[in-house]
């Protein structure tokens, strides 16, 4: 299969083959062409030359619909469904037919019991957990019993136990003879998970190889051409005064799809890097927009930075005490699409990197900036001047993490630091995020991926229905204690230390 986009060759003849009752990894670092090889077997995008042999019978795929009338399933990444609907209902929006509602609530109970994935037809979808979202998906692709199940990194918004369930769930699905095509770039599940993984990079494909007959230091190093650097996590911060807390911070839900905060106590000090998990939408979105100024708080004091009550201030003003964010959605939040990566850089970079003199903006310092942040984190782009809807989800985290620590902001409040982006690329976001902290800044790390938090923060905590619960040292922590507090559960007493630093 290849594919060409205007300077980039994203996809260099590669070839894939998928047996039934296979999961079957495919894995590559960001920009190394998997996304736009599953968009031309989903039908998505039509390749430029090559061919696409299903059940040994050439076939062309020219759109979603016709991969499903082959028997081509996928389940993507960011979900699609609509809120205010029930389960049944968004269900039938993905058929190509119309269809009675309450046979289908029928087959739906029906299909959802026999592979373990519980499911009310009846329940609107606002009510519904992120990894009940996440079930509605899997359930919508096996109603139209396919031959082909692709699933795009469907772990990144699930807690360990949801993991547990959904992988016995695969497993099931091989067993009956059912082909899976899985991307990740969590390589223990590869290991865990997977049969066999075809590796590209950089457009091209690398090899085949059995999962078994490798470890994840292998794996990664055939990704990316290079030996992966182990991440040591057993180091001990030096820790200096607090320069973010938080005291009793209470938001009400702006609307109906937000969450309130409740009784928010938290602080972070120089030099430590502070964790929060919590599975998508217990009010992450809510509590960074709270910190950065987004959202002013009702109390002064409620937010202080620096011994400086903040509560009240607008983004502006707190960037100027020190604090910068990068925020979970990246394109329209964190980048605006259409524009460029100069004029990116300059939306957060002006004041802290002097980009600004008497209401004119200094280009040639902004693009000495902007391309400074595109090395640094090795972004890889054709340039400074290309709009940055242009860039893959992962080579864009790379620009707006970079942009952000290129400023070397007193406190940090970064949300998914690595979504989205390969072995390598959150290898150098891990390092210099601890470096920021090591010259005594303070961060705070907002993330769904437990091994992150677990491999980089120094003390822990998540986020559950707006509620925070206590942070906890991190060493004295494991993946399936801080499981339960994602899920609402409070440890037992003498169950981990906690850390008090007030």
């Known amino acids: 299969m290849t594919k060409a986009f205007p300077g980039v060759l994203a996809n260099d003849s590669i070839d894939l083959k998928i047996r039934p009752g296979e999961i079957h990894a495919l894995l590559g670092e960001n920009g190394a062409g998997k996304s736009t090889l599953v968009k031309m077997i989903y039908g998505i995008l039509k390749p430029d030359a090559g061919t696409i042999l299903f059940n040994g019978r050439q076939v062309e795929i020219e759109s979603p619909a016709r991969a499903r009338e082959l028997g081509i399933a996928m389940v993507f990444q960011h979900f699609s469904l609509f809120d205010s609907l029930s389960v049944v209902e968004n269900i039938s929006l993905g058929m190509n037919k119309v269809v009675d509602l309450q046979k289908l609530a029928n087959e739906i109970t029906e299909v959802s019991k026999r592979y373990g994935l519980p499911l009310d037809p009846k329940r609107h979808v606002y009510t519904l957990s992120v990894g ?34 959904l992988f016995l769930t695969l497993n099931r699905l091989a067993e009956e003879g059912l082909g899976i095509l899985y991307i990740s770039h969590k390589l223990d599940e590869i290991k865990e998970l997977c049969h066999q993984a075809t590796i590209l990079r950089l457009g091209k494909r690398i090899g085949i190889v059995d999962v078994d007959d490798e470890s ?99 983004p502006n ?30 939306m957060t970079g002006f004041y802290r990197m002097g980009l600004l003199a008497k209401g004119i903006i200094n280009y040639p310092k902004t693009r000495i900036f902007a391309q400074k942040v595109i090395t640094d984190f090795s972004v890889k782009t054709s340039g400074s001047s290309v709009p940055a809807e242009s860039l893959s989800g992962g080579n864009l985290q790379k620009f707006i993490i970079g942009r952000e620590l290129s400023q070397h ?68 922590m494991t993946v399936e204690k801080v499981g339960l507090l994602m899920a609402g559960v409070a440890l037992e007493e003498g169950a981990a230390d906690v850390a008090s630093v007030s």
């Not at 996440?134 to 807690?159: F, K, N």
């Not at 910190?291 to 937010?303: D, K, Q, W």
């Not at 003003?317 to 990566?341: C, F, Q, T, Y």
């Not at 601890?434 to 991926?449: E, F, M, N, P």
């Open 216 to 314: 994840t230091s292998s794996l990664a190093n055939m990704m990316m051409g290079d030996e992966l650097e182990k991440n040591d996590r057993h180091h001990t911060p030096v820790t200096g005064a607090i320069r973010l807390q938080v005291n009793r911070l209470n938001m009400p839900a702006k609307d109906s799809t937000s969450i309130s905060l409740s009784n928010i106590n938290l602080d972070v000090r120089a030099g430590e890097i502070v964790g929060i998990a919590g599975v998508a939408g217990n009010g992450q979105d809510e509590l960074l927009k709270a910190l950065n100024g987004e959202r002013c708080a009702p109390e002064a004091a409620s937010i202080i930075i620096d011994n400086q009550p903040a509560g009240k201030l607008g």
């Open 317 to 346: 003003p707190r960037r100027r005490a020190g604090l910068a964010s990068v925020p979970e959605k990246r394109l329209g939040h964190g980048a605006i699409p259409d524009m460029d990566l100069v004029d990116n850089a300059f």
């Open 409 to 476: 902001p007193e406190i940090l409040i970064v949300s998914q630091p690595t979504w989205g982006v390969d072995a390598g690329a959150a290898q150098t976001i891990h390092r210099s995020l601890r470096q920021l902290a090591t010259q005594g800044a303070a961060i705070l790390v907002i993330s769904q991926d437990l091994d992150e938090l677990m491999a980089m923060s120094d003390r822990i905590g998540a986020i559950c229905g707006g509620r925070l619960s206590p942070l906890y040292p991190t060493a004295k």
């Open 132 to 165: 009940e979202r996440q079930r509605i998906e899997i359930v919508r692709c096996l109603l139209q019993e396919p031959r082909l199940l692709v699933m795009d990194e469907p772990t990144s918004v699930l807690t360990p136990q949801e993991v547990k369930k």
